[in-house]
């Protein structure tokens, strides 16, 4: 069996179209085609079928590209192994939320290595749909994950199907965080729907629940008046959201920081108080996997800021 074929079979699943992904591979629509079929022979089953929507996956072709995608993503870690006598090449690729503790410990961690050696390191932040989506399809190492507490059987039963495994990091309250300067920083006892209602809410826009659409949607508009107008911005960087912080009177809801991040960018984090405002964040990874040294010690490294920001002491 010519694993080189895996690759062309999960091109097609997600082009849906064998001439896109012929186009995409550099070689003739007949040649994939003919490839596909070869697969398909070995095999034993039909992996693809045609629809007005493209070309799916069958129910036998769906299991086959899980399985693909896995042995795929083992022969692209072996490759990546130098020969003996070269120095090793660091890789790693991790992806996370867009969480202040979290990005500090990957700064940290790398302000900490020795960098006299190839490395190569890919820190991506980004919902946690897609995170799942990296970890079991893009050959990423680990993955962290951020839910509400009322969404955690839809996250779990997500995991089971795709085959991965997860450990608990950190349950907590979101606070809100904003500019220093802000009018509200001075009040007592902030809800979340009195800021909601004043003031400009920072969201991330592309934040979704495996199974349930609109489930955040629903979470956040229950705990704020429903006859007021909605003040919101959606954005997908965390950097655009620290810098608009800074100069407007807006706030986010953000896991609680370490005090480094909120000194440095001039913000003030408060304790918000909404109905349900229970948050977990879980290391996700492929069952099986056995974390390097490395990984283990930026793991170390997000527990240390955690601790650090979990006893800052929040108004």
């Keep these: 069996m010519n694993t080189l074929h895996f690759r062309y079979a999960v091109e097609i699943e ?23 079929k070869e697969l398909e022979n070995s095999l034993g089953i039909t992996i693809f079928r045609r629809t007005s929507k493209g070309v799916i996956p069958t129910e036998q072709g769906l299991k086959f590209l899980e399985y693909a995608k896995q042995v795929l993503i083992q022969i692209d870690k072996m490759e990546a192994i130098h020969a003996p006598g070269k120095a090793q090449s660091r890789k790693l ?35 946690s749909i897609s995170t799942i989506e990296n970890v079991r399809e893009h050959g990423y190492d680990f993955g962290i994950i951020r839910f509400n507490l009322l969404h955690e059987k839809y996250f779990s039963d997500f995991l089971a199907e795709k085959n991965l495994t997860a450990n608990a990091l950190w349950e907590f309250a979101m606070t809100a965080v904003m500019s220093s300067d802000h009018p509200a920083v001075k009040r007592e006892d902030l809800t979340y729907g009195e800021l909601s209602d004043e003031f400009t809410e ?4 592309d934040d979704s629940v495996p199974y349930v659409s609109g489930a955040i949607e629903r979470l956040m508009a229950g705990n704020r008046p429903a006859d007021r107008p909605t003040k919101k911005i959606y954005i997908y960087d965390r950097g655009t959201a620290l810098a608009f912080l800074s100069e407007n009177n807006a706030f986010i809801l953000d896991s609680p920081l ?12 408060r304790k918000c108080g909404f109905r349900d405002n229970h948050y977990k964040d879980m290391i996700i990874y492929a069952e099986g996997h056995k974390f390097t040294e490395k990984e283990i010690c930026l793991i170390n490294k997000v527990h240390e800021i955690k601790n650090a920001a979990e006893f800052a002491g929040i108004r």
Excluded at 93 to 109: D, L, N
């Design 14 to 36: 997600k082009t849906h179209s064998i001439t896109q992904a012929a186009e995409n591979l550099y070689m003739a629509q007949p040649n994939l085609s003919k490839s596909i």
């Design 93 to 127: 690729k991790v992806s996370a939320p867009r969480s202040g503790y979290i990005s500090r410990a990957f700064t940290q961690y790398i302000a900490d290595m020795d960098v006299s050696n190839e490395m190569e390191l890919c820190f991506c932040e980004t919902n």
């Design 202 to 205: 920072l969201c991330y826009a």
């Design 258 to 269: 370490s005090p480094e991040i909120s000194e440095e960018h001039g913000l003030i984090q």
